[in-house]
């Protein structure tokens, strides 16, 4: 096994800082993953987030060598991923609208989503929890929203988060705490909108 | 375990978890009534995130996946401020790209404020103008409009109101009909007419003359409109 998997974050970085750039690539692997499953949800796209990712990476690459290593490499990592999706999406309103790509279009995507989800079944259930989930997530505040998909895309423990998003430790739990809420209310509501217009179908059809 | 902590482990990932904390996440549950209350209350949110992302698509690249709508706009939310202080060295432009987009950021969103204030105070000062001179009422107004020589009315009241798409017709005069203050200019004076014929045209000393003198054709509604406009402005 490679030593550079079971190094910490800290002394990755610090590596890179003094030259050895190939621990860049253990860095990339352990965080691309959770931070294009954030950029993805909060942009809606995932040709976008991969855009956005890549310019994360090479952003914090280029700014590693002014980090302050008494901050943590993750919370620094998700801040860029949060500048990067803000400033993509202002050049995104300054530049012609382009259309998104059809599901077809993503051959590689959709093999790995088959093969990751199995059954077709399981496959679309998954698909409709995750449209449903985005649904939800675009009617909270958009902290709370950012809060979540760090706590539950990211993992980022409380304190990363707060870290992340420039607040107090209490705020980034409440964050969470009334953004699911907030969501289990809708999903309540959408349940009993669900219930009540099965009772009117059936009143129909008695 | 207080609540803090089982706050902590609910929204960690699944419960239970397996592992040896759970029998103590329980117990707290079944003696905090609050933290009881919660738990249920953040079930099916949990829960749905839980099957949202899915452990087996946990490190898999690209691992999230969800088909959403193109139209969706992302918070405008931004946290800038958060990666300079963690900067220990002056930035350089070679350094950091991050920092060089927020200055051009910054330098846009200046640019684009002094831009729109600038427009907007153009555009107020224009309509004010447009407002006083020609006397044309805000848009979305539905009622009938006034009769023009009614003298009998206040000139407030004689204003007809028109829709947006009346508006945006009347928008379209030359800018030489709201140079000039209504009624003050003799060769600007014309006689009211409730309508427009198109016999009548040629004695038009305003935009109607210029479009239709030389038609015999009735003028179209949209030129009547305008026509009535400058008979309107340009009382006798």
């Not at chain 1, 942009?43 to 090479?58: N, S």
């Not at chain 2, 800038?80 to 790209?97: G, K, M, Q, Y």
Request: hydrophobic residues 35%; negative net charge.
């Amino acid at each position: 096994m490679d030593e550079r998997t079971t190094q910490s974050d800290a002394v990755l970085i610090e590596r890179v800082r003094a030259g050895e750039t190939d621990c860049f690539t253990e860095l990339v692997r352990r965080y691309q993953s959770a931070l294009t499953r954030v950029a993805r949800s909060r942009l809606g796209r995932a040709d976008w987030a991969e855009d956005v990712v890549q310019e994360t990476f090479l952003s914090a690459f280029k700014s590693c060598s002014s980090y302050d290593p008494r901050f943590q490499f993750r919370t620094w990592l998700w801040t860029i991923l949060f500048n990067q999706c803000h400033s993509h999406y202002q050049r995104r309103l300054r530049s012609v609208p382009i259309e998104r790509w059809p599901e077809e279009c993503e051959p590689a995507a959709e093999a790995n989503h088959e093969q990751a989800s199995g059954s077709p079944l399981k496959q679309l259930l998954a698909k409709e929890r995750t449209e449903q989930l985005e649904d939800l997530l675009l009617q909270l505040s958009a902290v709370q929203a950012d809060a979540l998909r760090l706590r539950f895309f990211g993992n980022l423990k409380f304190h990363e988060i707060a870290e992340t998003m420039q607040c107090s430790l209490n705020t980034a739990k409440c964050r969470v705490r009334w953004g699911l809420m907030r969501m289990a209310e809708l999903l309540r509501n959408a349940g009993a909108a669900d219930s009540a217009r099965r009772d009117l179908d059936q009143e129909r059809e008695a | 375990m207080n609540c803090d902590q089982v706050f902590d482990i609910l929204t960690r990932g699944p419960f239970p978890t397996g592992t040896a904390c759970d029998t103590a996440v329980e117990a707290h549950l079944s003696e905090c009534p609050e933290c009881h209350r919660l738990a249920e209350a953040l079930r099916p949110a949990l829960e749905l995130f839980q099957e949202a992302v899915g452990p087996e698509e946990s490190r898999d690249l690209p691992g999230y996946w969800c088909a959403v709508a193109t139209d969706r706009k992302p918070p405008l939310v931004s946290y800038a401020e958060n990666v300079e202080p963690r900067i220990s060295l002056p930035l350089t432009p070679e350094h950091d790209s991050t920092a060089r987009n927020w200055s051009a950021l910054a330098a846009w969103r200046l640019a684009a404020a002094l831009a729109l204030g600038v427009t907007l105070g153009s555009l107020l000062n224009s309509r004010g103008t447009f407002d006083r001179f020609s006397g044309i009422p805000p848009i979305g107004g539905a009622a009938a409009p006034a009769a023009p020589n009614d003298d009998s009315q206040p000139k407030s009241e004689r204003q007809p109101r028109f829709t947006a798409t009346e508006h945006q017709i009347l928008a379209a005069l030359p800018a030489a009909c709201f140079g000039h203050q209504p009624g003050n200019a003799q060769r600007y004076t014309v006689r009211s007419r409730p309508v427009l014929a198109s016999a009548d045209l040629g004695n038009l000393n305003c935009c109607s003359e210029c479009h239709n003198s030389n038609s015999d054709k009735v003028p179209s509604e949209a030129t009547t409109m305008v026509a009535q406009r400058c008979q309107f402005c340009h009382k006798e």
